[in-house]
């Protein structure tokens, strides 16, 4: 596992999700009503579903010599999407917004 990308990038989708909810009002329960889905859309979701694939399949997705010597696979890809939403909802969301609004 690459932890330092794992976190560095969490930090930065996070920084988008912040971004895209507080700046353009994009929130996950609009997109519910407005797709007539029966799920709340939270990109924990989509990690998840990279997370387990990625546990089985090992291998590097990118070159090593363009992360200077780190590999990143799927697996750490799938952990940082999930890692991203859990700062979303139990720090950004309650420091700023109150409550943790998870399902």
Same mark, same amino acid.
């Given at each position: 596992?690459?932890?330092?990308?794992?976190?560095?990038? %969490?930090?930065?989708?996070?920084?988008?999700?912040?971004?895209?909810?507080?700046?353009?009002?994009?929130?996950?329960?609009?997109?519910?009503?407005?797709?007539?889905?029966?799920?709340?859309?939270?990109?924990?979701?989509?990690?998840?579903?990279?997370?387990?694939?990625?546990?089985?399949?090992? %291998?590097?997705?990118?070159?090593?010599?363009?992360?200077?010597?780190? %590999?990143?696979?799927?697996?750490?890809?799938?952990?940082?999407? %999930?890692?991203?939403?859990?700062?979303?909802?139990?720090?950004?969301?309650?420091?700023?917004?109150?409550?943790?609004?998870?399902?």
């Amino acid at each position: 596992m690459n932890i330092p990308f794992i976190l560095w990038t %969490a930090c930065f989708l996070e920084i988008l999700t912040y971004i895209f909810r507080f700046g353009f009002d994009f929130h996950s329960r609009s997109i519910q009503k407005k797709a007539h889905l029966p799920l709340r859309v939270h990109h924990m979701y989509l990690g998840l579903v990279l997370l387990v694939p990625g546990y089985f399949y090992t %291998a590097s997705l990118f070159p090593d010599f363009i992360l200077g010597g780190s %590999a990143i696979t799927l697996l750490d890809i799938g952990i940082t999407i %999930a890692l991203s939403d859990m700062f979303h909802h139990f720090a950004v969301l309650p420091f700023f917004h109150q409550k943790i609004d998870f399902p």
